[in-house]
């Protein structure tokens, strides 16, 4: 009696690693919201639609893409695994960084939101073939026009790394989960589910321009100037929204 007295206190100081469906639920708003990006859409959609090489250069452009969520996902990942153990009640740790994102997020929406529009060029000139680039002969072309495939992969990396509302959102879902001591497995799948959602907005334009061919660009097309027209209000709404999800999530696991 007096072992199991003494051995029961330290059990209960350990925490039990959460399960995979708690893990999962936890995470899933955040994967859900890292797949709204008008930012990365419009841009892959005027890559497959625009672009000479159209449906090459968007896989191109959402390899860029991957290597930048990758590279995020590893990062979040290691500072996971170095820290300690989700507790079984309050996380300070937890709490703060979702706090100090949420802060993040909130005052990118007030100036998203709060913003005035672009002013629209009525009167812009066209430019002539030589002010374009296109005039026949011309040989000082920029290397980005010479390699579309390597523009597109630029721009997939610098797309997906200003992409602020995603990368904000993967971060703390991430964190979590390296923190929660899952199987390897289970951690993989939940690791791919949030990178999978991150990378919709640049892998549905080129799937749908694949599986639907005219139809589908013509359906990108539509979609891309709705998007643009209203991706201050889109991005700001979802700024401020999920910065109040992380802003309670923080406050409910102090």
Do not use: Y
Request: contains cysteine; hydrophobic residues 50%; charged residues 10%.
């Amino acid at each position: 009696m007096t072992l199991l007295a003494a051995v029961a206190p330290a059990g209960q100081g350990l925490a039990s690693a959460p399960s995979f469906q708690a893990s999962a639920l936890a995470i899933l708003p955040l994967a859900l919201g890292s797949a709204v990006s008008p930012l990365v859409l419009v841009a892959q959609i005027l890559t497959v639609t625009r672009s000479g090489s159209g449906l090459r250069a968007g896989w191109w452009f959402g390899l860029g893409s991957a290597v930048v969520v990758a590279l995020w996902i590893g990062l979040a990942l290691v500072v996971g695994h170095a820290l300690p153990q989700t507790p079984a009640g309050p996380d300070p740790e937890s709490a703060c960084l979702r706090l100090v994102l949420a802060l993040v997020l909130l005052g990118l929406g007030l100036k998203l939101l709060g913003a005035a529009p672009a002013p629209v060029q009525t009167n812009a000139e066209p430019q002539s073939p030589a002010q374009d680039g296109s005039a026949p002969g011309r040989r000082d072309r920029p290397a980005t026009l010479r390699h579309p495939m390597r523009r597109a992969f630029g721009l997939g990396l610098v797309t997906m790394a200003s992409n602020l509302t995603s990368l904000v959102l993967v971060f703390p879902a991430v964190h979590d989960l390296g923190r929660d001591r899952l199987p390897g497995l289970e951690e993989a799948l939940l690791v791919g589910l949030v990178a999978l959602c991150t990378l919709l907005p640049s892998l549905v334009p080129p799937l749908l321009l694949l599986v639907s061919g005219a139809p589908g660009q013509r359906q990108l097309e539509r979609l891309n100037g709705w998007t643009q027209a209203h991706q201050r209000q889109i991005s700001g709404g979802l700024c401020l929204g999920f910065g109040l999800l992380l802003a309670l999530s923080g406050l409910s696991s102090l």
